[in-house]
């Protein structure tokens, strides 16, 4: 079953896609709630680290975590003022309604 996208035009994709480069890359998801994002750009990714502080979003989020991505994406509970990774980890940082 195909997780629920709030964005059917591709919007949010599409300008990702035209202000950075995720093919391959190393990502960082900051605020990666229970993945509505994550599931939109996670194919063209290289590997990805999603984060956020609830516990409960991020089991709503390995709940539906696509088979083709299991492989390249991880979750982590925590916060972007104490991230759990060592420095220059990532090629990217993005974050979407994570304020």
Same mark, same amino acid.
């Given at each position: 079953?195909?997780?629920?996208?709030e !964005? $059917?035009?591709?919007?949010? @994709?599409?300008?990702?896609?035209?202000?950075?480069?995720?093919?391959? /890359? *190393?990502? +960082?998801?900051?605020?990666?709630g229970?993945?509505?994002?994550?599931?939109?750009?996670?194919?063209?990714?290289?590997t990805?680290?999603?984060? !956020? $502080?609830?516990?409960?979003? @991020?089991?709503?989020?390995?709940?539906?975590?696509?088979?083709?991505? /299991? *492989?390249? +994406?991880?979750f982590?509970?925590?916060?972007?003022?104490?991230?759990?990774?060592?420095?220059e980890?990532?090629?990217?940082?993005?974050?979407?309604?994570?304020?």
């Amino acid at each position: 079953m195909k997780p629920y996208i709030e !964005d $059917p035009e591709g919007n949010e @994709l599409r300008y990702l896609n035209q202000h950075a480069s995720i093919h391959a /890359a *190393r990502v +960082l998801e900051i605020g990666c709630g229970e993945g509505r994002l994550t599931w939109q750009y996670g194919e063209q990714a290289g590997t990805v680290a999603a984060i !956020d $502080p609830s516990i409960p979003r @991020l089991g709503k989020a390995r709940g539906s975590l696509p088979v083709g991505l /299991a *492989r390249m +994406l991880i979750f982590v509970a925590a916060r972007a003022e104490a991230l759990p990774f060592p420095a220059e980890s990532f090629d990217l940082a993005i974050l979407s309604y994570s304020l």
